[in-house]
């Protein structure tokens, strides 16, 4: 029994978490100065005028309806920036954080492009085209309903979630909605909730705690992309912490900039008729409730 003991004491350990290569090293063009001794900027640093109306933070578009530099119409299949005004087909990100909106947008035939009927931030309060606003709950256009023999709902939820693109150092934000609502939900349930287990008690890992690899695949009919989400490993224990501030960053910063952002947002449908409503079978994860209250 003793021996039995002593090879387990002296089993290798559980290796430590791997980091991937692409690291949230410090972005501070002033460390070269630390040779000079400390200097303390104080909390005057010229840009106390600065709100958020001023910030322009980078949504990364598929689908994008544009042209680039050239003029030449951007592909679907590709992630635009529209800061950078450049495309990618694959992003290297750390999540950080993830905040819910409604929206019901339609596509304007007229007018060759998407338009907002009704959207709300906070998810209580829905602002309409005309200004006007109504309560979210009970929300006859947030309804499942059979439309032309399919069940489908005008208005549906959005899932905002804010990362730090690894290359650039640079917060952005990815937009999930209507066929591409299903790959967050199905990615946060597989990496996310409930998957850790502590002291025998169950609890999530944070949205920071992996490397996230995001690419497009075209649909089956080949009419829009469809966003693929793939986990890598677990970061180092200090690129989650500086992902953990950059999350409270986001949160109290950049949060106000998400009307600003949803302008600039296109469909995820490709073509005016997915655009138009919202399709029951898009949503596996996403049922009608039985008591008819919204999401």
């Not at 994008?64 to 694959?90: C, H, L, R, S, W």
């Not at 080949?222 to 970061?235: D, F, Q, S, T």
């Amino acid at each position: 029994m003793a021996g039995k003991k002593d090879a387990l004491a002296t089993k290798d350990p559980a290796p430590a978490p791997v980091a991937t290569d692409l690291a949230l090293v410090q972005n501070d063009e002033l460390a070269a100065l630390a040779a000079l001794g400390d200097f303390d900027f104080g909390a005057d640093d010229g840009l106390e005028e600065i709100g958020a109306e001023d910030i322009k933070l980078a949504a990364k578009v598929f689908n994008f309806k544009g042209v680039d530099a050239a003029g030449d119409p951007i592909p679907p299949n590709v992630f635009y920036d529209t800061v950078e005004e450049t495309t990618k087909k694959q992003l290297s990100l750390v999540l950080l954080t993830l905040n819910k909106s409604n929206e019901w947008r339609e596509y304007d035939e007229a007018e060759g492009r998407s338009k907002i009927r009704c959207r709300s931030f906070d998810r209580e309060t829905g602002e309409m085209e005309d200004g006007t606003t109504r309560p979210c709950q009970g929300c006859p256009d947030a309804q499942w309903r059979t439309e032309n023999g399919k069940r489908a709902r005008r208005c549906g939820p959005v899932y905002n979630v804010f990362a730090v693109d690894r290359e650039s150092r640079q917060p952005c934000v990815i937009r999930f909605k209507r066929t591409s609502l299903p790959v967050i939900q199905s990615h946060l349930n597989k990496h996310h909730i409930g998957r850790r287990v502590v002291n025998g008690r169950r609890a999530n890992y944070p949205l920071f705690a992996f490397g996230v690899t995001a690419s497009l695949k075209m649909s089956e009919d080949k009419k829009y992309a469809i966003p693929v989400l793939e986990r890598g490993p677990v970061l180092a224990k200090q690129e989650i912490e500086d992902a953990a501030e950059s999350a409270k960053y986001v949160r109290e910063a950049l949060l106000p900039a998400l009307r600003k952002l949803a302008e600039k947002d296109t469909d995820e449908s490709g073509v005016s008729t997915a655009a138009t409503v919202t399709r029951a079978e898009d949503f596996a994860d996403d049922a009608a409730p039985a008591d008819g209250t919204r999401f």
